[in-house]
Structures are given as C-alpha cells and as structure tokens.
C-alpha cells in the first residue's frame, strides 16, 4: 500500500465520521497478509497519522471460503463490537472479593522475535471488567541476551508504575489501597525478581500482592479436565505457596507461586478460596471468549500486546516515533534512555524518541543501549 492509498483512507473514514471501525479481508499469500496486516494496524492505530486512529478488524479470506464462514462471521462481529465500545456482557460473583474493590491488578508479559524482546504491561482497574476503557496499556523492547533481560530495568518499571498509578486515579478517583501483580515467569531466581521489579513497587507504599505465573510446566493431571478445579498443597512448590487453576477444561493447568504477600491473602483459608474464584472468574473476562484460555483476562491482554508488538517491526520503521500510537487501546511505547535522561535533565529538555544529536534514533540504536 502506499502512502497515496493510506492518505485517501484516512481522508474517506473522516469524511464519513458515523463508522466507527474497519473491517480489512485479507487476501494473498500468509507473508503478504502478515505485512498488510502489520502495515494497517500501525495506520488505524495512530502511529503514521498521528489525527487519526479507527478500531480495526481483520479476517483472512480463506477462512470465509470454508464451512465456518457463518461462525467466522459472527466473531467478526462480535470483536467489532468491543472494539468500538460496546460491552457483550459482565461478570458477576456470588459474593464481594476482597481483592476486586479498589485494588489496581498489573500483568506483564514478554515475546521474543527475531532477537528481540517485548514486554508489555497491563494495568486495570476492574479485573472482572470486559469494558475495554479499565485496561491501559504500556511497553517497551530491547535485546534479548540472557534470560534476566526480561525482567523490567528498575528505571523503567518505576515509570510505568508511576503513569499507572496516576490513570488509576484518574479512571476511579482514588489511588488504589493495594496492587495485585501477576508476572509472567523467567528463568531466573525470584530474588532477582525482587532487585528488578519488587523493590521499586514496594517503594510506592501500596501494599501488594505479587505472584509469578508459569503457563507451560511439565505437570499434568492424567484425567478428564474440569473447567475450575484447583491444585495445591503436596505437588506444588516447598518454598513459596504455590497452586494450579484450570481455568477451562479444553486448557492446560496454570500455575500460580505467591512471592509476597503483603495482603495477608494466604493466611486464612477464606482468602485463599477467594483468590482461586476470583482468577478462574477473570479467565472469562476476555471478550470474545477463545477456547482453550488458560490465564485471566489482564494476562490474555498483556499476552496479546506483546505479540502485536512484534509483529509491528519491520524494516522501514525509522524509530520508536513510528511505534508510538494515538490510539488509547493501544500499548503506550516507553524509551528507556528517555527515562534515564530525565533524572538529569529537566523536562522541558526532555525529547521523545529522539538521539542525544536531536536526530531520530533507528530501532537498532535504540535496542542496543536499552
């Protein structure tokens, strides 16, 4: 596509202000259709035409051909709804959870392509939410050199706690009583959690409630899965409390390890109960429902972002100013250097996405000093 053809897209969605998404078939080969579908998703997305931004939807042609094309319909459907602000349903509980009022709940997640790491954090103010507006976004990427490059630098996870804490007050009025972290595991011991990660949120003075997530183990239950029985006690870790959720009978186990509990969760059987209900519940808090989910709805998001992101790169970008997306659904991009400069600089002198010389800074420079 070229600019011509974007630029009269753009022009013909304003014109006609009364639609609210875009509905792209894909056709051609599945190399084609993945750089179209990069390329379209970055111009709906806000990041070529910073004055525009449109929720999008896309359907590959030849899953229109098939005998699903009625089913694949009425999905299409169902996520262009949600994407333009619509809710399909709620969730309710039979009882008030603890954890559910006034807490903010963060996920983080990580994806590795093409020698690359991106990590995404999701933050919501309503773990049972399916109303897109009480999740943001934000993210960030780097090189992949060894398994503790995943963790989050201390600088950055400081500021993204920090926007997320200021959109909570903003979306609910209040600053959050307690923070819920689910973090998705790397292979590193959890005192090393505790260095990068821990320490820095622990520095705000919100109480929390920290556990790693491991979605692919090698425990297995040699039965007929239940969707929402729970593993614990003897097969779990000795050294952290650790359980097991099947969150759908079609999905494997997920396991959950508390590494600090400052909540006082895991000290009556009652609360332990309640977080076993409240995270299989918020495994359906995901519209459109997928077969097979195995992790609440903040980590599906956190998940799902990560891997977008990846499929953003591509070799015309010329910075992290093209990644940046005026969308609000959208993961908001951070640059580490920008963050480490304004603990020297002040921030007037501040720029975005931009080389000490004043010139934009190639995705490359960027991954090599983050």
């Keep these: 596509l070229?600019?011509?053809?974007?630029?009269?897209?753009?022009?013909?969605?304003?014109?006609?202000?009364?639609?609210?998404?875009?509905l792209f078939v894909l056709c051609g080969g599945e190399e084609h259709q993945k750089q179209l579908k990069a390329l379209l998703s970055r111009f709906c997305a806000g990041s070529i035409y910073k004055d525009f931004w449109m929720a999008t939807q896309f359907v590959k042609a030849e899953n229109l051909r098939t005998g699903r094309a009625i089913n694949v319909g009425f999905e299409v459907i169902e996520q262009m709804l949600f994407k333009t602000g619509k809710v399909l349903y709620t969730i309710r509980l039979?009882?008030?959870?603890?954890?559910?009022?006034?807490?903010?709940?963060?996920?983080?997640?990580?994806?590795?392509?093409?020698?690359?790491l991106y990590f995404v954090v999701c933050a919501c103010c309503d773990p049972l939410s399916t109303r897109r507006e009480d999740y943001k976004f934000y993210a960030s990427m780097s090189h992949q050199n060894c398994a503790s490059s995943e963790?989050?630098?201390?600088?950055?996870?400081?500021?993204?706690?920090k926007q997320a804490i200021d959109w909570y007050e903003g979306r609910v009025g209040t600053r959050p009583r307690a923070i819920v972290v689910l973090r998705d595991d790397v292979s590193?011991?959890?005192?090393?959690?505790?260095?990068?990660?821990?320490g820095v949120l622990r520095s705000f003075g919100i109480p929390m409630l920290y556990l790693v997530v491991v979605k692919n183990h090698s425990f297995r239950i040699f039965t007929t899965p239940i969707s929402g029985i729970v593993v614990d006690k003897e097969p779990t870790s000795f050294d952290?409390?650790?359980?097991?959720?099947?969150?759908?009978k079609d999905s494997r186990l997920t396991k959950y390890t508390v590494v600090i509990d400052e909540l006082g969760v895991t000290q009556t059987q009652e609360q332990i109960r309640a977080l076993y209900q409240l995270l299989y519940a918020m495994s359906h808090a995901y519209p459109p429902h997928k077969v097979g989910i195995k992790?609440?709805?903040?980590?599906?998001?956190?998940?799902?972002?990560?891997?977008?992101?990846?499929?953003?790169?591509?070799?015309?970008?010329g910075g992290l100013s093209d990644m940046q997306f005026?969308?609000?659904?959208?993961?908001?991009?951070l640059d580490l250097r920008n963050i480490l400069r304004s603990e020297h600089e002040s921030p007037?002198?501040?720029?975005?996405?931009?080389?000490?010389?004043?010139?934009?800074?190639?995705?490359?420079?960027?991954?090599?000093?983050n």
Excluded at 2 to 10: A, F, T
Excluded at 151 to 161: G, N, Q, V, W, Y
Aim: charged fraction near 20%; aromatic fraction near 8%.
């Design 348 to 369: 007037r002198f501040r720029m975005s996405s931009a080389a000490s010389d004043g010139k934009p800074a190639s995705i490359s420079s960027i991954m090599q000093e």
């Design 240 to 248: 952290s409390f650790s359980f097991y959720v099947q969150h759908t």
């Design 2 to 22: 070229s600019p011509v053809c974007l630029g009269s897209l753009r022009r013909a969605a304003s014109i006609n202000a009364e639609y609210m998404g875009i």
């Design 94 to 116: 039979e009882e008030d959870l603890a954890l559910v009022d006034n807490v903010m709940w963060i996920a983080v997640d990580t994806c590795h392509e093409n020698g690359l």
């Design 295 to 317: 992790l609440p709805a903040i980590c599906q998001w956190a998940d799902h972002f990560a891997t977008w992101l990846s499929e953003m790169i591509s070799e015309e970008l």
């Design 188 to 198: 590193v011991p959890y005192e090393v959690h505790y260095q990068k990660e821990i």
């Design 326 to 333: 005026t969308d609000p659904h959208r993961p908001i991009m």
């Design 151 to 161: 963790l989050i630098p201390s600088a950055m996870t400081h500021e993204i706690t």
